[in-house]
């Protein structure tokens, strides 16, 4: 069956290449070539960007990137049984697919790419969260990226984008709505993905803003929320009493009840208690 870039289908090009799927690198494969081309897109436009991509696999995502456009894709995948297969896929985008065989957590790539640049990745869950705390705390802000475009589990995409008041706000949601505009762009069931994993998965945008919504230092930020959220059952006043005898005080002038609990408390009025105490 053709396919829309000539390429032989993934079906196919996993059967050339012999790559049986494994549960030890979290290697879930897209293989409809319509889906990944939805993903494609729903980083934004393509053109005249270049787009870094983890964990290409057979590279359904990467057909998908350069068929909508990118500029130029570099591809970090630990698994050396794809490279073949991805070598196909370069030569059918002469000078526009760069494969880089290693783990993504390994080295920074980005400073490999010219801004503007997307990145765009279908990861193991336990890999995607650790690069996007990552990415999302760069030495210096704006970053070098524009967009994010990652799959995750359907959880921890709520956990992102959740607001306060509800039982999934917390670290990752102040950590990802301070610096970033974030949406959930697409849901994907289990059956999307071969072999099937046992959850279903969603695809976050993350779009960096220009600099943090309110003022604050990154690591007293960083550290009031750890403390609030370690003990978010706690009255803050209990959960941050070891950030000195004037807390109270401090709560108060950054408008927050000593007597709330930190799942109530929005990012604005954290960022206040951060810079009463930075
Ligand atoms: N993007 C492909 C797709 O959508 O079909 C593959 C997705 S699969 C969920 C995750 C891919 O990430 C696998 O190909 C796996 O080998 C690769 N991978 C796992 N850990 C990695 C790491 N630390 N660095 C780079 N790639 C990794």
Redesign the pocket.
Known sequence: MATIDGLPPLRAVIGTHGLSARKA??????LDLNL?AKIARSAGALEGHDVLE?????G??TRGLLAEGARRVLA????PR?LPALEEIAQAYPGRLEVVQG???AGDMLARLEPPIRIVA???YN?GTELLVRWLTPQVWPPRWSTLTLMFQREVAERIVARPGSKAYGRLALLAQWRTEARIVMSLPPEAFTPPPKISSAVVHFTALPEPRYPADPKVLERVVAMAFNQRRKMLRAALKGLGPDIEDRLLAAGIPPTARAEEIDLERFCALARSLG
Do not use: Y
């Open positions: 690198l979290g290697q879930n494969f897209l990944t983890v964990g290409p696999g057979p359904g995502l970090v995948e630990k698994d794809c783990d993504a957590l279908n990861l193991p890999v």
